[in-house]
């Protein structure tokens, strides 16, 4: 990111408050309000690169929002804080569209950390093209080509694809897959079937109309990117 960030927050004023200097020092932009409707209409005129939302707003809650900003743009990094979650409801908001969650007590600190690493978790210092076969992928304008055609993905899906990219040839469990893409330690058959329908849209883009397959599915153990042989694990 060449910017610096522009963090929209909807939260009560003694959330805010612990916010706005950590927030300054990093030199991050920073603007805060006290609900929904207003943190909506500030994005709908807008750009902004993260979205801090509290669940307990006064007119919706922020499942809700993040569930409405996804139907606009997946571009947008959205956190929600939680007075408390069971995992059920940590697998929910995730589902809605959450890119992570805190629940109290939480530490400022570390939720700047969280921030600052989802911000640049697919930005890479080193060798900023990665190419497997025809693959191609650029870490620093996350772009990715099949051949000569641009492949469109979502900020997830490059996020996936970039995880397997690091590891081609080898396969990569299910599991681990959700705990970098999703930041949940403990994995969960909700989480799993949402890894896998990652995979199923992100094997439409990547490998429809062309002759060899380049993410594979291993039965029982994960994901592959690469070419790959017979196999009687495979699917």
């Known amino acids: 990111m060449n910017h610096s960030p522009f963090v929209l927050v909807a939260a009560r004023r003694p959330i805010i408050r ?3 200097k950590r927030f300054s020092q990093k030199g991050w932009h920073l603007v805060t309000v006290s609900t929904a409707e207003e943190l909506l209409r500030f994005f709908e005129d807008h750009p902004v690169d993260c979205i801090l939302v509290e669940q307990n707003l006064p007119d919706r809650s922020g499942i809700e929002v993040i569930r ?3 139907g606009r743009t ?3 990094l959205c956190i929600l ?3 408390k979650a069971s995992p059920r409801q940590r697998i929910k908001a995730l589902q809605q569209g959450a890119d992570d969650l805190f629940c109290r007590p939480w530490s400022t600190e570390e939720l700047v950390l969280r921030i600052d690493s989802l911000l640049r978790r697919t930005i890479r210092t080193s060798s900023p093209i990665r190419v497997i076969d025809d693959l191609r992928i650029d870490w620093h304008e ?3 080509w099949r051949g000569s055609q641009e492949i469109v993905l979502t900020p997830k899906e490059f996020l996936i694809l970039s995880f397997l990219a690091e590891r081609a040839g080898q396969v990569v469990s299910t599991d681990l ?3 970098h893409a999703w930041r949940f330690s403990r994995s969960h058959r909700s989480l799993r079937r949402l890894v896998h329908v990652h995979m199923v849209n992100l094997r439409k883009k990547i490998d429809a109309g062309h002759p060899v397959p380049l993410l594979h599915t291993i039965r029982g153990q994960g994901f592959l990117l690469g070419k790959l042989g017979s196999s009687p694990g495979k699917q």
Do not use: F, Y
């Open 177 to 179: 897959l959700a705990a």
């Open 68 to 70: 409405h900003i996804r």
């Open 81 to 83: 804080l939680l007075e």
């Open 142 to 144: 996350r772009r990715c």
């Open 74 to 76: 997946d571009e947008v």
């Open 18 to 20: 612990r916010l706005q």
